[in-house]
Every structure is written in structure tokens, then in C-alpha cells.
């Protein structure tokens, strides 16, 4: 589901929590919040007719390693970490 605030911006963040939402395009691609707006050149929205930039879901990334916006390769850590990293050596 894809949910936009009162000023007719993707959200970066669900409520309550606060949880960082990334968004998924038709072609299984991912975006961060800020490149999904339409930031760095971005052409995404849930109306393109290209598959790379058509946006068909924004979800909280709960788990699992860190992922990169594909659009400008930001870091996008889970909300709970990767349940496969080793731990750190004590």
C-alpha cells in the first residue's frame, strides 16, 4: 500500500513507530523515500509506464540485510537487523 501525507508526499516513515518505509517498483526494484518522491532524477510514481519507476507498494523493511536504494544507493538498514549476520566477536 502506498500512503501520501497532507502535502501529497510519499511518507518516509509509518505511524506509529516511526519506521522507515521503502518502496517497491513493478519490476521488484527498491527505493528509498526521498528518490520514490521524485528526488536525484527520479521519475517514479505509481503511474509510469516505465516498470523501473512504476511504484506498487511502500512497506516497512522489518528484516533482513541492509538493502540500497537503487536509484542513488543509499543505505537502507531493517527495522530489526539480519536474524543470518554473525555477531560481533566479544
Known amino acids: 500500500m502506498i500512503h501520501r501525507n497532507d502535502d501529497g508526499k510519499l511518507t518516509s516513515v509509518a505511524w506509529p513507530g516511526g519506521y522507515s518505509v521503502v518502496y517497491i517498483t513493478e519490476d521488484g526494484g527498491t527505493l528509498c523515500a526521498y528518490c520514490a518522491n521524485g528526488a536525484n532524477g527520479s521519475d517514479a510514481h505509481e503511474d509510469s ?7 506498487v507498494a511502500g512497506e516497512v523493511y522489518w528484516e533482513g540485510p541492509t538493502m540500497q536504494c537503487d536509484h542513488c544507493y543509499a543505505d537502507m538498514p531493517s527495522e530489526y537487523g539480519d536474524p543470518d549476520a554473525e555477531e ?3
Not at 509506464?49 to 511504484?55: A, E, N, S, V
Open 88 to 90: 560481533a566477536p566479544k
Open 49 to 55: 509506464d516505465d516498470p523501473q519507476w512504476r511504484l
